[in-house]
């Protein structure tokens, strides 16, 4: 039989191929039993025949638990993965259960509790490179519950994926736009701290840049821990000691602080400002002239590729066509004044 494509697919034409009522094929596809197993099986095969873009559940598994670890909600990046994970999850299923663990720090130790919480069939989480943290991961994986990194990785880990951007490449692409656009002189860079595989590889990827033409000069790195009295604070200390400053770089989710210390106009012209994520802040800051450009690293299509390698991992059909060794594309996306969306979702 020619298989349809998929997004003209129904129910109806499920029911039709398997001989059935639509109401019999709904409690197959969501799982709410009542329905034989010779009945199940011949509602899958159908729907799998005509490529039926649902989740599609196998007869091998029971409910798959997943762990979303989420620490400090109160930044924007945050806040944007908890919305996703949200939306997700009422896009599942029977057979999928999300449930979000919402720290409020990201110590080490208190990721790897969330991390060893019972109930929970795999985890997706977003942490600092740490040793306790990799000691976790492995014991999960040994256990045969898998660990999805997303943000930022860790590199050789026993993670069975990363769902997140090229942070490299990242750095790379605001070294470009700092060398063309600022005038000779010197770089501020802001990061939370340095243990973030994100943040390090952001600055790896500017210094390498910065060094091909040698007209800009990193000449501080400035750890402000993601909050934003603290960035403003350092980074005004850090003008009086550079006041020959023409551009600075957040790696970090400090942008309310740059914003702060930019407008206490202690450096003798306003530096060109580069960050990340698009968020009502740096929407604002964007189109007021006081930031330059924000890369945002696409936190649904993180989310999703996350959730579609578990789906692929525990043998869900029918939703992706992911394979091991599952590789994220996830694309950074580059923001300017002149090609905002009128609005930005808080």
């Known amino acids: 039989m020619e298989r349809k494509s998929s997004t003209r697919v129904t129910l109806f034409d499920v029911a039709a191929l398997a001989g059935v009522g639509t109401a019999t094929v709904d409690r197959v596809i969501h799982e709410r039993g009542n329905v034989s197993d010779e009945v199940r099986k011949r509602v899958l095969d159908a729907a799998r025949t005509l490529g039926l873009k649902r989740i599609l559940p196998s007869s091998h598994h029971s409910i798959v638990r997943l762990n979303v670890i989420l620490a400090r909600p109160e930044l924007p990046l945050i806040r944007r993965m908890g919305f996703e994970f949200r939306r997700l999850a009422q896009r599942m299923n029977h057979s999928i259960a999300i449930h979000r663990t919402v720290l409020e720090d990201e110590e080490p130790a208190t990721i ?104 800009l000069e990193i000449v501080e790195v400035v750890e402000g821990g993601d909050d934003a009295i603290r960035s403003e604070a350092r980074l005004k200390e850090a003008f009086r000691r550079h006041p020959e400053t023409v551009g600075i770089y957040n790696v970090g989710a ?93």
């Open 112 to 215: 790897v509790a969330a991390l060893e919480r019972g109930g929970y069939d795999a985890a997706i989480v977003y942490a600092q490179d740490h040793p306790l943290i990799r000691a976790a991961i492995a014991e999960l994986a040994a256990r045969g519950r898998p660990v999805v990194t997303m943000i930022s990785d860790l590199p050789g880990s026993a993670r069975l994926a990363y769902a997140g951007t090229d942070h490299y490449k990242a750095g790379r692409s605001a070294g470009y736009f700092l060398d063309l656009m600022a005038p000779p002189g010197s770089v501020i860079v802001l990061c939370n701290h340095l243990g973030f595989q994100s943040h390090a590889e952001r600055l790896h990827g500017l210094r390498d840049q910065l060094a091909g033409s040698g007209r």
């Open 254 to 346: 400090g942008n309310r602080g740059v914003v702060g210390a930019i407008r206490a106009e202690i450096l003798a012209r306003r530096p060109l400002f580069i960050g990340h994520e698009l968020t009502p802040f740096t929407h604002a800051s964007l189109r007021e002239g006081l930031m330059t450009l924000t890369i945002d690293q696409s936190p649904e299509l993180q989310a999703q590729f996350a959730l579609e390698v578990l789906l692929s991992h525990f043998g869900f059909e029918g939703v992706t066509d992911l394979a091991p060794p599952y590789v994220s594309t996830v694309p950074i996306v580059l923001y300017s004044p002149q090609n905002l969306p009128d609005s930005v979702p808080g």
